[in-house]
């Protein structure tokens, strides 16, 4: 059965003889859904709900609901799928189509799994943050100093494998004095190892004895560990002509 919706917004309009336009013989399709949508932003729920009717209407029968047949269209992907409504159902449904609660199956998923992803993103934020306030507080306090016995390999491990924010941690080495700088472990770690690969020899004159660890440019402080080209080792002859040119 065809809904005359001409004649239902006419009575709408007057209110002048009652009559009923939909019931359980309706089927409601998509067309029809959003018609009435529009209606029931239009006209109050009562008056939209005495043109409804779900009861048997027979004389001497027993009143019973039925249900009307109808859609619900997804207010997230459109799509539509079939519902048996009862009037209270299907007025609550025009009231408040685009409720969430409507979403069909497929979005509730795609909607669980987005926020599944925001939480384990979460985390892992969480967990970066925790990893480098843990490595600032062991590798870069000057009062700290690195476990007797632990390999130059070892330790520039240790310092490559966090999964730490190396912003953040470049900011943290920024900010400490230079003379605290050179007692962190993190810069005693990367001495050393640039010390070793020169041959614990100046890099320019060949030279043993006392050997500075220079930064070519002071560009690279804080990612020195990331830079380690950037760094050269020399003699302290060399060391200081170089500040002087
Ligand atoms: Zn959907
Ligand atoms: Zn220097
Ligand atoms: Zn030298």
Redesign the pocket.
């Known amino acids: 059965m065809m809904i005359d919706f001409k004649a239902m917004e006419s009575y709408l309009e007057t209110r002048e003889k009652k009559q009923i336009f939909i019931s359980p013989e309706t089927e409601l399709k998509k067309n029809d859904m959003l018609k009435l949508q529009e209606l029931a932003n239009k006209y109050t729920k009562i008056n939209i709900a005495s043109c409804i009717r779900t009861k048997e209407n027979k004389k001497g029968s027993f009143e019973k609901d039925f249900y009307i047949k109808g859609v619900i269209i997804c207010p997230k992907c459109k799509n539509e799928r079939k519902e048996d409504f009862t009037k209270t159902s299907l007025m609550n449904y025009l009231k408040d189509y685009e409720r969430d609660l409507y979403i069909c199956v497929e979005c509730k998923e795609i909607k669980r799994k987005e926020a599944e992803r925001q939480y384990l993103a979460k985390l892992a934020l969480d967990s970066d943050k925790e990893a480098t306030n843990i490595y600032i507080k062991n590798y870069l306090t000057s009062e700290k100093s690195w476990k007797r016995d632990l390999s130059n390999y070892k330790k520039m491990k240790i310092l490559r494998n966090y999964g730490i924010n190396i912003h953040t941690v470049a900011k943290h080495i920024q900010s400490l004095s230079y003379y605290d700088f050179l007692s962190t472990p993190y810069w005693k770690a990367i001495a050393e190892y640039k010390r070793r690969k020169a041959g614990f020899k100046?890099e320019?004159?060949n030279?043993t004895g006392i050997l500075h660890v220079h930064h070519r440019t002071y560009d690279i402080h804080g990612y020195e560990l990331h830079k380690l080209n950037d760094l050269i080792v020399?003699?302290e002859?060399?060391h200081i002509r170089f500040h002087e040119e």
Do not use: E, K, N, P
């Open positions: 100046c320019l004159c030279s020399l003699c002859d060399c």
